[in-house]
């Protein structure tokens, strides 16, 4: 990890940071260029959003599942799960995903400054994470997605200007 590795206001800093950048980008689309086709040929702006919402909402369910002692299920194909949540999310209207993906958000900030530091920063405390840290988990779902799918997005903007 980085030099936040130990440390829930670092971990909480890199996360909001990143987070105005998605922010800042997003920003500059209108509600009429949501559902323009921006990444990998056929996901629009939208299905972007649907796309974060889901993996904050799962990075939030599985720190619920361990910390309750449980085994989460396993996951299965990323590439054939994302195109599966892509399909359900876009059957939510706009302002609806919008709303889902802050409140997922926000849910993971919750949790975020909730969690012990043994919960977020100790690789050892949820075996089934095989000695990564949880905080890694919400960085990989949080600043690590955001700025993995910016790049995408920054560069969709500037061809549309």
């Not at 670092?10 to 998605?22: D, G, K, M, V």
């Not at 997003?26 to 921006?38: G, R």
């Not at 012990?116 to 050892?124: G, I, P, T, V």
Request: glycine content about 4%.
């Amino acid at each position: 990890m980085s030099d936040y590795s130990n440390s829930k206001q670092e971990l909480l800093i890199h996360i909001l940071a990143e987070r105005q950048e998605l922010e800042s980008a997003l920003a500059q689309v209108k509600d009429s260029q949501m559902d323009l086709t921006i990444l990998y040929g056929e996901w629009t702006v939208k299905d972007l959003i649907g796309h974060l919402a889901f993996w904050e909402e799962s990075v939030a369910a599985l720190f619920a599942t361990l910390q309750a002692g449980q085994t989460p299920a396993p996951f299965p194909d990323l590439d054939q799960l994302n195109a599966r949540q892509v399909d359900e999310w876009r059957k939510i209207p706009l302002a609806g995903v919008k709303t889902r993906e802050k409140a997922a958000f926000e849910q993971v900030l919750a949790l975020a400054r909730s969690a012990s530091d043994a919960e977020l920063f100790d690789s050892a405390h949820f075996p089934w994470t095989e000695g990564r840290a949880y905080a890694e988990f919400i960085c990989d779902n949080t600043c690590g997605h955001y700025k993995e799918h910016l790049a995408e997005l920054i560069s969709w903007l500037k061809r549309i200007a």
